[in-house]
């Protein structure tokens, strides 16, 4: 693996460089190469979560929940707390996914305190992330906005982070959102606009790319309560225009939502021909998914 740290180390010096086109590029190659390698060493958890991922993709969500089971099992009887907290994540993702937000916030807490057993930011980051989604899924906005809080505060500075802090503002901002606090949500969503200018013309990762989608999610949501709709449609269209370039069915249900939010406004503009258009997909969407439409 001396390929792929002599990458990681190239990611890291264009990344502190600020050239990110560059960086994004050399990222790329390391995604490639890490992938390549777990393919030709397969461990018996990567085998479960292929399966599984296979399972979701087409819609087989109680046999693949049965799997992530199984690698949950499997990475708590080798005791590493970073893989047990990534199998809690997936599983809490799943959970919530399927309309079950109780058990998936649960479980989410759980991957917080596993997170944390590893004293890996990066980590812990991700695990509040999940925790903070499928807090306010449930409507617990103080557990939601203390794991924002604490995302924000456990990022380290610098270049090589911004992508994640950018994230964590977005997260920050949908939490004060849904606590009305308009005033807070949209200086949050600035700072985070800040930092996604600088991925501006440049090739995005997927995950930079579901960034961006969130972002104008939460701006749309602004919007529409600040009585903007105009500016809330403008929003959503753009945030379903970054939808779209994901894969996977956790970013098709993504997209989803953001065309139901789509019909919402349009059919408070009296657009009644898009909002019809909107539905539909949403609804195609779901039914290829094998999901019911959100309550």
Known sequence: MHQFQATIDSWAEAT?????????AVALQALQLAGEHALKHPTPSLLL??????????GDWAAAEAVRRQVLVLEESGGNSGMIAKAQMDLSQLLQMVGRGAEALQVATTATASARRTEMYPLIYQALEREARAALDQGDLPQALAATAEALQIIEPG?????MRARALTARARCLLANHDFTGADLHLSLS??????????RLL????????HWWEVKS??????GDG??????IIQAIDFRRQCQGPYALCALARALDRLASISSATG???????ARNEARSLRNDLKLVADD
């Open 49 to 58: 979560k292929l399966e599984a991922e296979d399972l979701e993709g087409k």
């Open 16 to 24: 502190s460089a600020g050239q990110l086109e560059a960086a994004n």
């Open 159 to 163: 270049k090589l982070t911004e992508g």
């Open 221 to 226: 949501q602004l919007g529409e309560q600040q």
């Open 230 to 235: 105009d500016g809330a449609r403008a929003a």
């Open 193 to 202: 606009w800040e930092l996604l200018q600088l991925h501006a013309g440049t």
């Open 206 to 213: 997927p995950g930079m790319i579901a960034t961006f989608a």
């Open 271 to 277: 657009d009644f021909v898009v909002e019809q258009q």
